[in-house]
């Protein structure tokens, strides 16, 4: 049995430790935070559950074979390395580290003592993104034209990291998994309003083949909207994760484009069929997530959301920021 540390017990935190207890192959053996509130909120709930709010006992702890980092993006580097050197397998919330140059240092050393990393991009075990997924592989779509994706709403503002940084990585981690192409170039236009951290921003990324991808992510709507849309060759897409069944809802529709008469003649066709909703299946990612976690270590193989998935994120992130600081310049990667 495979005995975990959680390091940070915030706002994901609680999820964290309570779907590693209901996970039979391990077992949560300490919780640390440095908040005195959030550990009595650990005593209550699990009293029989060690608490501290020093790292360092998790991080050096023979007992402990993984630790769960799940605190603020600034202290992800210090603690996930600790945590390597002293020879435990890592999981570690999104995004993976503040900069690439820190992701290649973890990923080297992971590499160098035989551990796992993981990096926790949480929708990529939903059902909703996994039915999407066999959905391109299987060539339903076609060719893909864009991802489109709208994430907004009314806060939670956050104090150390700009909303790029906050809501943007799951669409990007999403669109990495989806699309499978390496991005040539970022565009991102963004302003802050309130606490000096962008609150609103729009990311447009290249990819080969002439795909492109656009993310909008903001604090500041008075709505709640989670919807992206994936227009292919063959069909359209749209996924609502907002809606309680039919999550996904794949169209039959396109344009055809047709030569005509005369030289310079293209005739244009649109079509338009039936609409349908597969079924998805229901499951708690976070839970599944974890228990792949515990799977990867047991066994040795390599995650699909690895740190290598994770850097890729980053890199991302960074030229995003990159461009933001220079309105909108494409920064090529």
């Known amino acids: 049995?495979?005995?975990?540390?959680?390091?940070?017990?915030?706002?994901?935190?609680?999820?964290?430790?309570?779907?590693?207890?209901?996970?039979?192959?391990?077992?949560?053996?300490?919780?640390?935070?440095?908040?005195?509130?959030?550990?009595?909120r650990v005593a209550q709930t699990y009293p029989d559950l060690p608490v501290t709010a020093n790292p360092s006992e998790l991080l050096s702890s023979a007992e402990i074979?993984?630790?769960?980092?799940?605190?603020?993006?600034c202290t992800h580097f210090e603690l996930a390395k600790a945590a390597l050197e002293n020879g435990k397998h890592v999981?570690?919330?999104?995004?993976?580290?503040?900069?690439?140059?820190?992701?290649?240092?973890?990923?080297?050393?992971?590499e160098r003592k035989n551990l796992?990393?993981?990096?926790?991009?949480?929708?990529?075990?939903?059902?909703?993104?996994?039915?999407?997924?066999?959905?391109?592989?299987?060539?339903?779509?076609?060719?893909?034209?864009?991802?489109d994706?709208?994430?907004?709403?009314?806060?939670?503002?956050?104090?150390?990291?700009?909303?790029?940084?906050?809501?943007?990585?799951?669409?990007?981690?999403i669109m990495d998994f989806l699309i499978q192409a390496k991005p040539e170039a970022v565009i991102a236009t963004g302003e802050a309003?309130?606490?000096?951290?962008?609150?609103?921003?729009?990311?447009?990324?290249?990819?080969?083949r002439n795909v492109i991808a656009h993310v909008n992510v903001n604090w500041l709507s008075p709505v709640k909207v989670r919807t992206t849309l994936i227009g292919g060759e063959k069909k359209m897409l749209v996924w609502n994760d907002l809606e309680a069944d039919e999550k996904i809802k794949v169209y039959d529709k396109g344009v055809q484009m047709n030569n005509g008469p005369g030289l310079y003649e293209l005739l244009v066709s649109y079509r338009s069929g039936d609409m349908?909703?597969?079924?998805?299946e229901q499951t708690e990612?976070?839970?599944?997530?974890l228990g792949y976690f515990l799977e990867c270590v047991t066994t040795g193989q390599t995650p699909f959301n690895d740190g290598v998935a994770g850097s890729r994120v980053v890199k991302m992130l960074e030229a995003a920021d990159q461009s933001l600081r220079e309105r909108g310049r494409a920064v090529r990667l």
């Open 1 to 40: 049995m495979i005995s975990i540390g959680v390091i940070g017990y915030g706002y994901w935190g609680p999820n964290i430790v309570r779907n590693l207890r209901g996970l039979d192959e391990c077992q949560v053996a300490a919780v640390c935070d440095q908040s005195p509130a959030a550990l009595r």
């Open 193 to 208: 309003h309130l606490n000096g951290l962008v609150d609103v921003a729009f990311i447009t990324v290249y990819f080969p």
């Open 149 to 173: 994706s709208t994430r907004v709403n009314l806060g939670l503002f956050q104090h150390d990291v700009s909303v790029l940084w906050d809501l943007a990585p799951h669409d990007l981690s």
């Open 65 to 73: 074979d993984a630790v769960a980092v799940v605190t603020p993006v």
């Open 116 to 147: 796992t990393i993981m990096v926790d991009h949480t929708f990529l075990f939903t059902g909703a993104v996994r039915k999407i997924r066999e959905l391109i592989e299987e060539g339903a779509l076609g060719d893909l034209y864009y991802y």
């Open 285 to 289: 990612a976070l839970k599944a997530e």
């Open 91 to 110: 999981f570690i919330e999104k995004p993976f580290t503040s900069t690439t140059r820190q992701a290649e240092e973890l990923i080297e050393l992971a």
């Open 276 to 280: 349908w909703a597969p079924r998805v």
